[in-house]
């Protein structure tokens, strides 16, 4: 079964750091590249990195350049976020998505059950 | 970065009818990369649509997309239970990929 399961998410003090992870299994990882999307509570859907099957290529949204780092391990079938100077406005369930195509991305076909993260003191 | 703008924010229907949802874009967007999802409480999101019109695997038929430019649309045929949901569209032409607020489909 193709599967992605999310990880590390719990509560933190503004200006802490957390590193989320997401292990993949059925498929082959080190092909694919990843997402992470985020949903505030309440709210909508907010992609906030991307990284090739290489690392060769990552973006970042504005709302966290600077402050979070998308890496992988393709050896150990997992996806990071590295998340430093947490906010209260991160705060949020925090997926990973599968990019659909091997080459290029135009739509995230596999998604992790989600972890929270809740920043306040 | 490109604006999804969908309408309206809430449809209420009953079941067997059909629902027709929009999403409209800030800035032209290529029909290779809007996509939409459903996503139930408490669930993750599901690809329904990419490429404006592909069914995703195991989508039912009576999910189809059309739509070109900067105006795309999500059609459900016949509504049944299980398709009360938020639905989402999204871009991934120009970086940072972006969504759609959503459409909430309700029970009339």
């Known amino acids: 079964e193709v599967q992605l399961v999310e990880s590390g998410g719990g509560l933190i003090q503004p200006g802490g750091s957390l590193r989320l992870s997401c292990a993949a299994s059925?498929?082959?990882?080190?092909?694919?590249?990843m997402n992470w999307v985020r949903q505030a509570p309440g709210k909508g859907l907010q992609w906030i990195s991307y990284?090739?099957?290489?690392?060769?290529?990552?973006y970042y949204g504005d709302s966290v350049k600077g402050r979070f780092t998308i890496s992988r391990d393709n050896a150990k079938n997992s996806l990071y976020l590295q998340m430093n100077s947490l906010r209260a406005e991160d705060t949020a369930v925090y997926y990973c998505?599968?990019?659909?195509?091997?080459?290029?991305?135009?739509?995230?076909?596999?998604w992790g059950q989600g972890t929270m993260v809740t920043v306040s003191s | 970065e490109i604006v999804l703008t969908q309408s309206p924010g809430t449809l209420s229907l009953s079941p067997g009818e059909r629902a027709t949802l929009s999403c409209r874009a800030s800035?032209?967007?290529?029909?290779?990369?809007l996509a939409w999802y459903q996503q139930k409480a408490g669930q993750a999101p599901r690809l329904l649509i990419y490429?404006?019109?592909r069914r995703a695997t195991g989508i039912p038929d009576r999910f189809s997309g059309s739509g070109s430019g900067t105006d795309f649309t999500l059609t459900i045929s016949r509504l049944e239970p299980e398709d009360f949901a938020v639905y989402y569209c999204?871009?991934?032409?120009?970086?940072?990929?972006?969504f759609g607020q959503g459409t909430k489909v309700e029970i009339k």
């Open positions: 998505a599968r990019a659909r195509r091997i080459f290029g991305v135009d739509a995230f076909d596999i």
């Open positions: 999204q871009q991934c032409g120009t970086s940072p990929w972006t």
């Open positions: 059925g498929f082959t990882f080190s092909d694919y590249s």
């Open positions: 490429g404006a019109s």
């Open positions: 800035q032209s967007v290529s029909s290779s990369y």
């Open positions: 990284i090739v099957s290489s690392s060769s290529t990552i």
